[in-house]
């Protein structure tokens, strides 16, 4: 098993910039990739980010591109979300996640407790 925590949520304006952070515990040693997806209210949960857990390759929606960054600290377990140029449609709670598996858009394993992101206009 894997346990993951999110951190860095809160409440900002359109423009602004905000850090996610996720700690991961347990099996560590088990994930193959690591990311970040989003769930605004009335709509489904969407795939925002994922990062390669060893080569560290990243990969991002359309709508992030460019104005997003994902990292992690092997050595610490941990995982980010650097986000710039925060928009208004970006309001939605985060979701932490991991897989096992050699996927990075879906069949996530693991997930932490979401933390809510709001960006006013």
């Known amino acids: 098993q894997v346990q993951l925590v999110e951190s860095g949520g809160g409440l900002v304006q359109a423009g602004d910039s905000l850090r996610l952070s996720c700690a991961a515990s347990g099996r560590t040693a088990s994930i193959y990739a690591m990311g970040w997806f989003r769930q605004a209210p009335g709509n489904e949960r969407e795939f925002v980010a994922a990062?390669?857990?060893?080569?560290?390759?990243?990969y991002y929606s359309d709508s992030v591109k460019g104005r997003f960054t994902i990292s992690r600290d092997n050595a610490k377990n941990m995982m980010s979300l650097q986000m710039n140029s925060l928009k208004p449609e970006d309001t939605a709670v985060y979701y932490c996640?991991?897989?096992?598996?050699?996927?990075?858009?879906?069949?996530?394993?693991?997930w932490g407790q979401g933390t809510q992101v709001t960006v006013s206009s």
């Open positions: 990062i390669s857990w060893s080569s560290g390759s990243t």
């Open positions: 996640a991991a897989t096992r598996r050699p996927y990075y858009t879906r069949a996530y394993d693991y």
